[in-house]
């Protein structure tokens, strides 16, 4: 048992040693169907506030698109020149106590029946408005973007696990890649806005040494 939990330990740190950040994909290797399917699910098992899923993905295949998403996403370009996979993570807008999205989540997935005045509803309502300050577009929007990174995480350690390399993207112009999107018929700006870009694959480098405050500067142990 101890052995075994010390192996399990050992092999949760090695995988996070071994994530990197990856500038440099091989575009000739492509991450088997099983382990992209994991990686997925991982997504999609994720968490989420009230379980109310605010996001969405977009699988990038398109060459052309690739292509020409490089003008706007100059954080993507590594991953877009040969990652195996790329992702697209939007979240949802305006996820709120009257949406249809929270009423869909709760009639077609919970299997619930939906009412405007059940107590969960309004004890969602009053966490948004009250507890978290979500009264505006932009907050919503900005709480719900800070769940799909949740699956960002969960996708990048699933990934690790596997001995899939990945690079997490926010370095793009988000009302530029909206526009370009919409315009493609690829996203409806009325429901979603872009949260980040994914690269997953294989690098080509060995990686840099990992550099990061020691634990004594992060924790405050509060006794
Ligand atoms: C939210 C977020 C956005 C990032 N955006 C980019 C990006 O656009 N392009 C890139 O090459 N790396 C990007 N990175 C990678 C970071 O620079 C990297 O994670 C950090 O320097 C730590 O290095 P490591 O991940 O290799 O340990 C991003 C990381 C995070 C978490």
New binding site residues.
């Given amino acids: 048992m101890t052995n075994n939990s010390q192996e399990k330990r050992q092999k949760i740190l090695t995988a996070f040693e071994h994530?990197?950040?990856?500038?440099s994909f091989d575009p000739t290797k492509k991450i088997p169907t099983e382990d992209w399917e994991t990686i997925l699910e991982a997504a999609r098992l994720s968490p989420s506030s009230f379980g109310y899923e605010p996001w969405s993905f977009l699988l990038i295949e398109n060459s052309q698109i690739k292509e020409e998403l490089k003008e706007f996403?100059?954080?993507?370009i590594?991953?877009l020149n040969g990652a195996s996979h790329f992702i697209i993570a939007l979240a949802r807008k305006n996820v709120t106590a009257e949406s249809s999205h929270v009423k869909h989540m709760v009639e077609d997935v919970f299997g619930l029946p939906f009412s405007p005045d059940a107590p969960q509803t309004q004890m969602f309502k009053q966490f948004q408005v009250n507890d978290f300050d979500l009264n505006s577009e932009r907050s919503l929007f900005d709480w719900a973007s800070k769940q799909t990174?949740i699956a960002?995480a969960n996708m990048m350690t699933t990934a690790a696990l596997l001995e899939i390399d990945s690079?997490?993207?926010?370095?793009?112009n988000r009302a530029d890649v909206e526009t370009y999107l919409s315009k493609k018929g690829l996203l409806d700006t009325n429901e979603f806005g872009v949260s980040?870009?994914l690269g997953l694959g294989y690098r080509t480098k060995e990686?840099?040494l990992?550099?990061?405050q020691s634990m004594d500067e992060i924790l405050t142990v509060i006794e």
């Fill in positions: 994530r990197h950040a990856t500038k996403a100059w954080g993507a590594n991953s990174y960002l690079c997490p993207i926010e370095g793009f980040y870009m990686i840099p990992k550099k990061r």
